[in-house]
């Protein structure tokens, strides 16, 4: 299973980007996929996590990006993705997907899989 992020770049605050997330030799659908980032020096951390219709299809998202990230997914396409909107310098980081069990809810350690990442600088 390989998980490939794309669509960071650089933005300006208060700018959007649509990260996507697909997967080769598997399926996304019947699995909870994950949104995680990671900043230098920093831990990372779980920001979205949607659950799939064959769990209770629920999206968990961290406070900090709460109303300005949404998660969603399109089957027929087998690709997650994560709208970001009004972007803050404190958003710089990598940004990962990752696919994990139904039910893994947000922390790192329950995702099996892991894309590459792909890096998103918010800059003036």
């Known amino acids: 299973v390989q998980l490939q992020a794309s669509g960071g770049g650089s933005v300006q605050p208060g700018g959007s980007l649509t990260l996507s997330c697909t997967a080769s030799g598997s399926t996304l659908n019947y699995y909870s996929v994950g949104w995680f980032r990671q900043a230098p020096g920093k831990e990372r951390e779980g920001l979205a996590c949607?659950?799939?219709?064959?769990?209770?299809?629920?999206?968990y998202y961290v406070d900090s990006v709460k109303g300005r990230f949404t998660g969603s997914r399109d089957y027929a396409k087998n690709t997650v993705y994560l709208q970001m909107n009004s972007l803050l310098p404190e958003d710089t980081a990598v940004y990962y997907c990752?696919?994990?069990?139904?039910?893994?809810?947000?922390?790192?350690?329950?995702?099996?899989?892991w894309g590459q990442g792909t890096l998103v600088t918010v800059s003036s």
């Open positions: 990752a696919r994990g069990p139904l039910g893994s809810g947000c922390p790192p350690y329950r995702y099996d899989y």
């Open positions: 949607i659950s799939s219709d064959d769990g209770d299809g629920s999206t």
